[in-house]
């Protein structure tokens, strides 16, 4: 069986890495906000009733900026109705979720988790039922000092100081049909564009100035949507000179019922890069059409894997009901691993992305009520990738066997690598989608004398093998013998089926 080869030259760079490209994203669905990352009475709840045990998890995954409130249900929701004495606050219908919404965790509680958690916010607005007024009245209440209405409502709440939110998303999936409100791409760019400029006047700083807020607009849901990628074009061409960000949303699923569901499943990876190369060349275009020196990254603030076996919709009304708790197995890891590596390798223009969500809902994440905290398959890669996936990613280039799926071709070994030069390390994150163990060679002579450091390896002969609450470490990370490294080049076995990192120092 022939050898893989991995070639990675430290002058040959895709981009520097924002760390911000391993945020995530709560939203006001299930159990992610209550039961989630706010539950008073449990043994951990802090005097604000934040969940420590999940806290400690959230540190050690790495997450530096976390999307909030939502996705779908921020297209029907009235800031106002989260703020004040909790006493006063009125429940509301949920529409997104077929859920009532207690509102008894809102914006300031939030900012508050928000500096326990150590994570930056990143603030959706409402373009669904919300009007650019509502806008600009939230960026008032967060961002002014004081000496106005909103301003001095959040001082009378009990928060002097402003809280400078830097992100904000102008709507969420303006273009689905399930949107509340939902809007077609030349309506959606005229409502962006006024409520770009009025939270800049507020800010008084223009787009490119150091300090200025960061505004992400919608782009098309996601790649299968008909009105992709004419969407994208259109709103970027009205709003591209406030924007920074376009944003785009990606899920994948694992379909028993396609015709190679393993194989199928396993090109993901190379679909998501596909569609990040379509959305950059729609952004340069525009760029290129306005003549323009601004420059519009992407927001990937939604991908993950999500399957149809979890409920998604709530059968009566009630308040944060089990939903969307998807159980991850160890084929979903394996995926998400090849996921994130994409993201790596297309860090010169993902500048943001929020896996989504971050508790409970489609997330790494478990709580039982009143009970313990678990790290699913998933918490793994993304905590790797976000402690060591640093720097900048190198461009890779490798010569291995493919394979044929739903979305065309892909390499069977999935790799990505970095630099980090102030550690003077070098990572390199492979999944090998083979049924069979590959053995690589990884050619990285430019970064000099190397050692390895580290080398883990996830793997199961059960790809439906998944954690639990009795077994928290079924599928988990595994230490092996640091491979031998000569003249430059590392030589490697990875296991058939498997996540693997290997960290280098020189």
């Known amino acids: 069986m022939a050898k893989t080869k991995i ?3 430290r002058n040959l760079k895709v981009g520097n890495i924002d760390q911000n490209i391993y945020g995530s994203f709560l939203e006001h669905l299930g159990r992610a906000v209550y039961e989630g990352i706010y539950e008073p009475g449990h043994p951990t709840a802090d005097q604000d009733g934040f969940r420590e045990d999940v806290l400690a998890l ?9 999307r909030y ?5 921020v297209s029907g929701y009235d800031w106002k109705d989260g703020i004040g004495p909790r006493s006063a606050r009125k429940k509301r219908l949920d529409l997104a979720w077929t859920s009532i919404e207690s509102n008894e965790f809102g914006t300031d509680e939030f900012m508050r988790w928000c500096k326990k958690a150590g994570v930056q916010p990143m603030l959706a607005v409402n373009m669904g039922t919300g009007t650019p007024k509502d806008a600009l009245e939230l960026f008032e209440y967060c961002n002014h000092p004081s000496g106005t209405y909103y301003s001095d409502l959040r001082r009378q709440n009990g928060v002097q100081q402003p809280y400078g939110v830097q992100y904000w998303c102008i709507g969420n999936e303006m273009d689905g049909e399930w949107q509340i409100c939902g809007l077609d791409a030349e309506s959606y760019g005229k409502k962006a564009l006024q409520t770009a400029r009025m939270l800049r006047w507020a800010d008084a700083k ?32 009205q709003t591209y000179e406030e924007a920074n960000f376009l944003s785009m949303h990606r899920y994948y699923e694992y379909r028993p019922s396609s015709p190679d569901p393993l194989m199928d499943f396993l090109g ?3 679909n998501m890069g596909e569609f990040i190369d379509t959305v950059k060349a729609t952004i340069r275009y525009v760029q290129t059409k306005k003549r323009s020196r601004h420059r519009v ?9 999500w399957t149809v076996s979890a409920p998604r919709t709530a059968p009566d009304w009630v308040s944060a009901p089990a939903l969307l708790e998807d159980r991850y197995t160890f084929r979903d890891m394996l995926v998400f691993g090849g996921l994130l590596n994409t993201l790596l390798n297309h860090c010169d223009i993902v500048k943001a992305a929020c896996l989504a969500q971050l508790v409970n809902v489609i997330a790494p994440i478990l709580t039982k009520k009143g009970g313990g905290v678990l790290r699913q398959t998933t918490f793994y890669p993304f905590r790797y990738a976000s402690q060591y996936g640093r720097g900048e990613t190198i461009l890779s280039i490798s010569d291995c066997r493919t394979f044929d799926n739903f979305y065309g071709e892909a390499k069977r070994i999935n790799e990505a690598i970095t630099h980090d030069a102030q550690e003077r390390q070098v990572c390199a994150f492979v999944c090998n989608y083979s049924e069979n163990a590959e053995d690589v060679e990884l050619e990285l002579r430019s970064f ?17 093998a998944i954690n639990t609450f009795d077994d ?19 030589e490697v076995r990875l296991a058939p089926m498997s996540w693997n990192f290997l960290r280098f120092r020189y």
């Open 7 to 9: 070639f990675a030259d």
């Open 58 to 66: 959230i540190r050690e995954l790495g997450v530096p900026i976390v």
């Open 69 to 73: 409130p939502g996705g779908n249900f």
């Open 206 to 237: 223009k787009a490119d100035e150091p300090g200025a807020v960061k505004l992400v607009v919608c782009g098309s849901c996601h790649c299968d949507m008909p009105t992709y990628p004419e969407w994208d074009r259109i709103v970027l061409e």
């Open 268 to 270: 993901s990876a190379e």
């Open 297 to 305: 990254n992407i927001s990937f603030d939604e991908w993950n894997i």
């Open 448 to 464: 000099g004398d190397l050692r390895c450091e580290e080398f883990v390896t996830m793997q199961s002969a059960d790809l439906g």
């Open 472 to 490: 928290p470490a079924r599928v988990v990370p595994v230490p092996q013998e640091p491979c031998a490294v000569c003249d430059g080049k590392a």
